[in-house]
C-alpha cells in the first residue's frame, strides 16, 4: 500500500497516476478530511472507464498509513507567483515536523518519498526528525527537472522527447545543475548538436520551467505527479531505474549533513546505491554552489 499525505492538486495527481497505473492501493491523508473524501471518491468514480481495481481511501487519520510500503509526502503550502521554493521554508518546515511524528508511530518501516518544497530541506529535516535509514527517505524534485530538461532539448532539436537522455543534480530550485557532459540524444552527444548558446537557453527554459507553469496558472501538477508515479513505480516494482533523487549524503561528493539531488538507483529498498559520476569543472563549480544554498538554507531553518 501506497499513503499519499497532503491531498491537495499534486497529491491527488499523484495519488490518480498510482492507481491509473495500477501500482498499488492507496491510503490519501489530508487535514482537510472533505477534501481528502471527495478527491478520493471522485477518483474511485474514474475506475471503470480507467480499467483499475485498486481502492482510495480518503482520511484525516494518520493511523491509516500503518504497513505503508512507500509514504509520499506532498502536504504544506506552495509558492504562489514571484515566490521561491526557499520562501515556503519555515511554514512548511512545522508541517513536516508535525508529520515526522505521525509517520514515525505508524510507518517506521516504509520508504519516504517527500515532495513539500523546498524539497531538499524538507527531505533532509524529515531524516532528522525521523532517524530513517538514508537509504529509505528521499526527496522528489531533481526527476522533475530531468523531465524540462529533456523535455526543452527535444523542442529545440524537433526530435521526440523519448530519445533525450539528460540527468539534472543538485538543489530543485535556482541553483540545480543540468549535466550538459551527460546529455544526449540516442546516444549522439547534445554538445554535438546544439551550440554552446543554445544550450544556455535550453538550461534557463529548464530552470524557470515550474514558475512559468506557475506564473500561469498559479501551481504545477501534472508534471510533479507523473515523476512522483515513476519513482513510486521503480520501488513498488523493484526495477532499479537510475534518476537523481535528493539523497541525504553520507561522505559522497565529498559532502554530508545536507540533502540534494545526485543519480542513484532506484529500487525496492529505496536507493539502493548513489552512483558518484565525474562533473565537469563548470558543473563542479555549479554543484558546489547549490551546496552552500542548500547548507545556508539548512542553518537558518527555525525550530518551530
Ligand atoms: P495544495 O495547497 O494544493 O495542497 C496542500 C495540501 O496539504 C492541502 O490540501 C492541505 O490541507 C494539506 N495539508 C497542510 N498541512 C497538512 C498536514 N499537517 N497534514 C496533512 N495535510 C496537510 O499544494 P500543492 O500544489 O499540492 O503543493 C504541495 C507541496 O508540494 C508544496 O509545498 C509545493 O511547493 C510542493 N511541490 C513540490 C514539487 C517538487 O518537485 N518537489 C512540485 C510541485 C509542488
Not at 146 to 155: C, D
Not at 158 to 178: K, Q, Y
Not at 261 to 289: H, R, W, Y
Amino acid at each position: 500500500m501506497i499513503t499519499v499525505i497532503g491531498a491537495g492538486r499534486v497529491g491527488s495527481a499523484a495519488a490518480f497516476e498510482i492507481l491509473r497505473y495500477k501500482l498499488s492501493d492507496v491510503v490519501l491523508i489530508d487535514t482537510n478530511l472533505n477534501q481528502a473524501k471527495g478527491e478520493a471518491l471522485d477518483m474511485m468514480q474514474a475506475s471503470p472507464a480507467l480499467e483499475f481495481d485498486g481502492t482510495i481511501e480518503g482520511t484525516n487519520d494518520f493511523s491509516q498509513m500503518q504497513d505503508s510500503e512507500l509514504v509520499i509526502v506532498t502536504a504544506g503550502v506552495a509558492r504562489k507567483p514571484g515566490m521561491s521554493r526557499i520562501d515556503l521554508m519555515n511554514t512548511n518546515a512545522k508541517i513536516i515536523r508535525s508529520i515526522s511524528k505521525n509517520i514515525v508511530k505508524y510507518a517506521s518501516d516504509s520508504k519516504l518519498m517527500i515532495v513539500t518544497n523546498p524539497v531538499d530541506i524538507m527531505t533532509y529535516l524529515c531524516y532528522s526528525e525521523t532517524n530513517f535509514a538514508p537509504n529509505h527517505i528521499f526527496g522528489m524534485g531533481n526527476i522533475l527537472d530531468t523531465m524540462r530538461f529533456r523535455s526543452h532539448i527535444a523542442s529545440e532539436l524537433n526530435v521526440s522527447r523519448e530519445d533525450t537522455r539528460a540527468l539534472v543534480i543538485g538543489e530543485h530550485g535556482d541553483f540545480m545543475v543540468p549535466l550538459v557532459e551527460y546529455a544526449s540524444v540516442s546516444g549522439i552527444p547534445l554538445t554535438n548538436l546544439l551550440t554552446t548558446s543554445q544550450i544556455e537557453k535550453i538550461i534557463q527554459k529548464t530552470i524557470n520551467s515550474g514558475s512559468n507553469v506557475i506564473k500561469l496558472k498559479g501551481n504545477t501538477a501534472f508534471a510533479p505527479a507523473s515523476a512522483i508515479a515513476l519513482m513510486a513505480n521503480a520501488i513498488i516494482t523493484g526495477r532499479n531505474r537510475v534518476m537523481s533523487v535528493s539523497t541525504c549524503l553520507k561522505g559522497q561528493y565529498g559532502q554530508s549533513n545536507l540533502s540534494i539531488g545526485v543519480p542513484v538507483v532506484l529500487g525496492k529498498t529505496g536507493i539502493e546505491k548513489i552512483i558518484e559520476i565525474k562533473l565537469s569543472d563548470n558543473s563542479q563549480e555549479k554543484f558546489n554552489a547549490s551546496v552552500t544554498a542548500i547548507k545556508t538554507a539548512i542553518a537558518a531553518l527555525k525550530n518551530n
